[in-house]
């Protein structure tokens, strides 16, 4: 499978634990995503990178997360001192370019349950 | 106001109907339009982009109002595997803005 893959699939975790998440995006593609989208509601925009360098962090991205993408291949995305409304599903996507950044290909998702 | 706002439904109809969901969006800078397709517990994907033009993909059929800031999406003859939440999306600068989504369910 040459998709956007995610690692873990399901976390669960108790609140105040740091949890990481790993993003494999398509190889070529140089931009990477994160996305969080809860219940009902659809995903909702956390960063992006355009290979290394994280150009652009939402508000929804408080002081907890933190990401990264050392090589401009894998990224990480680290939540500490995690709460309870930050149970959702986390999304990564990955495109090639400016010019087709639209064309943004989806994980599976990380779908993080904080007790 | 959310940014991308879509009719939450769930639309619940028959096989072989026509449904036609509908979106506004606010920022008028928005650049490019698409409609995603999301199954239960699975991640979004791509179902087509949409231009003012209008554009047509088999029984789909999406079009674009940038004046009035209105998106819609008409599914013609519509199949049990249609079942899904259509999401309405615009880019902004490079980044994919969501509606909440659009539940639809296609009964026999």
């Known amino acids: 499978d040459t998709g956007v893959s995610q690692n873990p699939r399901h976390k669960i975790t108790k609140r105040g634990q740091n949890v990481t998440f790993r993003c494999d995006p398509i190889s070529e593609h140089n931009r990477l995503y994160w996305y969080r989208q809860t219940l009902g509601q659809g995903p909702e925009f956390l960063t992006y990178f355009q290979n290394e360098a994280q150009l652009e962090k939402s508000r929804l991205l408080s002081d907890r997360f933190s990401a990264e993408r050392p090589k401009g291949s894998f990224s990480t995305l680290e939540i500490q001192r995690t709460e309870q409304g930050d149970s959702a599903m986390y999304l990564c996507?990955?495109?090639?370019?400016?010019?087709?950044?639209?064309?943004?290909?989806f994980g599976p998702g990380t779908r993080l349950t904080v007790t | 106001r959310k940014e991308v706002e879509q009719d939450p439904g769930p639309f619940n109809v028959p096989e072989g109907a026509t449904v036609a969901f509908n979106c506004t969006y606010s920022?008028?800078?928005?650049?490019?339009f698409f409609w995603y397709r999301q199954d239960c517990r699975k991640e979004p994907k791509l179902l087509m982009s949409v231009y003012s033009s209008g554009n047509e993909d088999g029984r789909f059929t999406a079009q674009l109002n940038r004046a009035s800031q209105y998106i819609s999406l008409l599914i013609r003859d519509s199949k049990l595997s249609d079942s899904a939440t259509y999401l309405c999306?615009?880019?902004?600068?490079?980044?994919?803005?969501f509606g909440q989504g659009t539940e639809l369910s296609v009964k026999p």
């Open positions: 920022n008028s800078a928005s650049q490019s």
């Open positions: 999306v615009v880019n902004q600068g490079g980044k994919l803005i």
């Open positions: 996507a990955s495109s090639l370019d400016l010019l087709s950044a639209y064309e943004q290909y």
